[in-house]
């Protein structure tokens, strides 16, 4: 069974662009949420979809976004981006939402802004 | 957010079992207790979730205490390659939406061969 696939797996930016990552979670799996994990902030929640709705999102401002797709894959797009950017981003599915379920990751997108 | 508490290191020999502690003692009821691993240059890997019974995987075994305000995650025997950064994280279902997982610092377990 295919794992989260995350693409790219690196990406080299320049500050002011915008980026879009994907995600493509394990087949059945509707729940896809999203991390950023950084040497300084630790490991940090982004958003999370269900069913091509966003059913909750972290502490981050507006240029971080995203969206599901009916087949449950998943993008996240950052907007105008910052040197403190820079960072590893996440992808998790779940079969479903809640805690009875466990989260199965991917191997991430690194992203550097210069 | 209910929060873990967990030692920021511990050290074990190889082939000997390992017991990783977590507090967490404002746990609520819909609360399940959560472990994810993680090496270099990775992403987080599961390794077990429960909600009130102790539970077994071919990972590791979670032992919960009666009271639900601690758990120890439980390595039979220990590998090298089981040295990583060890998160115990609470997850609920909150009505409109999961919480997402808030990951600490974690414990960083060191095998000596």
């Known amino acids: 069974k295919a794992g989260v696939t995350q693409t790219p797996r690196y990406l080299i930016k320049t500050r002011g662009q915008q980026v879009t990552l994907s995600c493509s979670p394990i087949?059945?799996?509707?729940?896809v949420s999203w991390y950023q994990q950084t040497p300084g902030q630790g490991l940090q929640f982004l958003f999370e979809?269900?069913?091509?709705?966003?059913?909750n999102k972290g502490n981050f401002p507006g240029r971080f976004s995203g969206r599901q797709f009916s087949n449950s894959r998943s993008e996240m797009n950052v907007s105008t981006l910052e040197l403190g950017d820079s960072a590893l981003y996440l992808c998790a599915s779940s079969p479903g939402q809640g805690g009875s379920y466990g989260y199965t990751f991917g191997s991430g997108t690194r992203l550097t802004v210069v | 957010d209910a929060k873990t508490t967990q030692p920021n290191s511990m050290e074990s020999n190889e082939e000997e079992p390992v017991h990783l502690p977590c507090n967490h003692s404002?746990?609520?009821?819909?609360?399940?207790i959560h472990w994810y691993r993680q090496l270099p240059s990775q992403g987080p890997e599961y390794v077990i979730h429960g909600l009130t019974s102790n539970v077994n995987n071919r990972m590791a075994s979670l032992a919960i205490a009666e009271d639900r305000k601690s758990s120890t995650l439980i390595l039979h025997r220990a590998t090298l390659r089981d040295a990583a950064v060890y998160y115990c994280?609470?997850?609920?279902?909150?009505?409109?939406?999961?919480?997402?997982?808030?990951f600490g610092k974690g414990t960083h377990l060191i095998i000596q061969p």
């Open positions: 994280i609470l997850s609920a279902y909150s009505g409109g939406g999961a919480d997402g997982l808030t």
């Open positions: 404002t746990i609520s009821g819909t609360d399940y």
């Open positions: 979809y269900f069913s091509e709705t966003q059913r």
């Open positions: 087949s059945g799996h509707r729940s």
